[in-house]
């Protein structure tokens, strides 16, 4: 089989790639290359196809895309509708099936976490028959313009759920789609776990949350896990029109992720929440907390025969070991936000 990988340089890209090549199957990747900014990608490996094009001008890469005939597309890119439609016009009679890396975010409960869904709380877990949100742009444009500097290919028009539209919405080339959940592991350009990294580096000796978010589920996966979800779906044609989350089997809460990840550091400091009154603002949560994140995954580790290929604790020391050797937040920032928790540390030990 050929399978064409568009983003395959990126977070996610590497280990679909490798999970591609090990299976024995012919592999190109499109990618845009780095900016002045950007650290180059990683080189690729040998017998790859390169295919260099920007994401929101795929139109230029058409000839080199017919060249290689791909069987399967795997997009790990896409952000709105009019770069699916791009997508699935230009692949129709060229390839035989499309698969599309969205996003848990689809799901009514991320709209009543950020408060733009009107109701009740969204039962749990989460099933790939829930229902979708009905406001569309989740986000607002301060957060998408900060998100475009960390993702080039995103665009203004962001949203998972028109993009599913039109991957699911052509007979001729049927569609399949990966909802992912809160994705962690090495190359995390979010660095979702950098703030235990960055303490525990600095010889902090208490990691603080405040009691809101301390009790908070989410789906997590680790990076290696989510990539193999995308693989499978793509050699496998009975994924063809189907829907699947991703995520591991439980989601532990933030409280609890925290103490995993000082164990998975060998740290041996205190995990410390906070009362409300004395939580510092950078430690607050925007949303809705009282709605969880929860999503099941059984669907594809039924039919696609998915599941986890590393142990929690292994896959947090890795991406730990990773986050210590990237630069770390500026001095100053990290001093305001140490002293902010300091203060509060100090207020509740006054109260004991």
Excluded: C
Aim: no cysteine; aromatic share 6%; glycine share 8%.
């Amino acid at each position: 089989m050929r399978a064409l990988v568009i983003g395959g340089t990126g977070f996610l890209g590497p280990p679909v790639v490798a999970g591609l090549l090990q299976r024995g199957h012919e592999v190109a990747v499109l990618h845009r290359g780095s900016t002045r900014r950007e650290q180059p990608p990683d080189p690729l490996p040998n017998g790859i196809v390169e295919i260099r094009a920007d994401r929101n001008r795929l139109g230029e890469a058409a000839p080199a895309i017919r060249r290689f005939a791909p069987d399967v597309v795997v997009d790990l890119v896409l952000s709105s509708a009019a770069q699916a439609r791009d997508l699935m016009t230009l692949l129709r009679g060229v390839a035989a099936r499309v698969v599309a890396a969205s996003s848990l975010d689809v799901y009514r409960a991320t709209g009543v976490l950020y408060g733009s869904e009107p109701g009740g709380l969204e039962p749990l877990p989460i099933t790939e028959e829930s229902p979708l949100r009905t406001r569309l742009h989740l986000y607002p444009p301060a957060q998408i313009a900060a998100l475009r500097g960390v993702f080039g290919w995103l665009d203004d028009d962001y949203d998972k759920i028109p993009v599913e539209r039109e991957v699911l919405g052509l007979a001729e080339l049927p569609g399949t789609v990966l909802r992912l959940p809160i994705v962690y592991g090495p190359r995390d350009k979010l660095h979702r776990f950098r703030p235990v990294a960055q303490r525990v580096a600095d010889g902090r000796t208490a990691l603080v949350l405040g009691e809101a978010l301390a009790g908070w589920r989410a789906t997590r996966s680790y990076v290696d896990d989510a990539a193999e979800a995308l693989a499978l779906a793509a050699v496998n044609p009975d994924s063809a029109g189907r829907v699947y989350n991703v995520g591991e089997p439980d989601a532990p809460t933030e409280r609890e992720w925290a103490s995993l990840a000082a164990r998975a550091a060998r740290w041996g400091g205190q995990v410390v929440v906070l009362p409300a009154a004395l939580t510092p603002q950078h430690l607050r949560p925007p949303g809705n907390v009282a709605q969880h994140w929860v999503a099941d995954s059984g669907r594809l580790r039924r039919e696609l025969g998915w599941s986890e290929a590393l142990p929690r604790e292994e896959a947090l020391r890795r991406t730990l070991e990773w986050e210590s050797r990237q630069p770390p937040a500026p001095e100053g920032e990290r001093r305001s936000l140490y002293a902010a928790e300091d203060a509060a540390l100090a207020a509740l030990r006054s109260e004991a």
